[in-house]
């Protein structure tokens, strides 16, 4: 028998994906940017147990048995098998069954990037397990949610959508399959700034409501691709170019245009939820609050210290460098009564911190 665990960490978007070019392969409509937070508080963990003995693949998540044949789970654990086959890699383990244990020590599915930590863990461990270079399955974890591929490595990494000479094309048999291979390996993820190049980022976690999100993400995508005009101009016209200009930014280490580049993508994300038909509302009244609260912060700071951008729920990230944070928090707990209960764990590569409780409004 072989067991291995590993632990997988949360990234946050500053230029967000939303939308796919297609379902199966989960292949983006556009390239996306983000920060990977340290493993030290949120993380997800995955153990997974290979044995000659075990007569079928077994699934646990948060200590409760979940079915194995759930369709992404199942696409990770034989894409892996294929890769290990492939490379002679692992050995006669490739033929042995799993059981895999899976868990977040934070909420699942409110908008904290549970499944980028959850699918890019299962796929680490298991290729770890198989002996499989872990730097280049980003792709597998990619079938698995699409953010989960960003979470594969550390620092500010940008997973790149589709090259277009690969688009299209569809044909029948043999040199489809090797067209859709061909796809899901180049559209992967890369790390474009390491943690240690711009050591002093920090990220702040506002938890505003821990409950589960009610339009999932990969629901709420395929509806606002469907629907959304605006989101066509997003995807066609604002991405690519703030993309660019987002990159620029992280290498000339210029906080002032990343923080620009991350809340207008965060408020177009947003907008584009709205103009979905029917809408998609994911942030709330405290939401909004934070939103100005960052902009006043700024204003009187006299020049822009702190960024705000939120996912698929109502929680608020805030990246910032590491000299606000104290005036930030002292300011924000003024604001916020209940979010005296911060605390800033100073850990390696991007830091952050979490409210236990949800913020509450004065
Ligand atoms: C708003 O990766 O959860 O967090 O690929 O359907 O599993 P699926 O979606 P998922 O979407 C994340 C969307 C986002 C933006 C981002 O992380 O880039």
Redesign the pocket.
Known sequence: MKICTGIAPV???V????G?KDEKL?L?MND?I?GTLSTDEMHAKTSVALSPDFTEDKLWLNGKEVSIHQP?VAVCLSELRKLAQQKKSGGDMVHWKMHICSENNFPTAA?L?S??AG?SCLVFTIAHALGLDSSQVSHIA?Q?????C?SMFGGFVR?RALPSELEGKQSDGEESEDLRRKQSEASNAEQIISEAYWGSMRVIILVVNDQAKST???D??QRTTLTSTLYTHRVHTVVPERCERMETALNEKDFATFAQLTMQDSNQ?HACCLDTYPPIV?MNDTSHAVVRFVHEFNTVAGGTKVAYT???GPNACLYLLEDSVPLLLSTLVQYFPASSEISVPYVRGLKYSTTPSPLQLP
């Open positions: 990234n946050i978007a230029i967000k994906y939303w796919k989960i983006p996306s983000s992404r908008g990037a499944s980028a699918y990619r698995g949610s699409g953010s989960a960003r997973w999932s993400s990969t709420g995508m994300f994911y939120f996912d698929a």
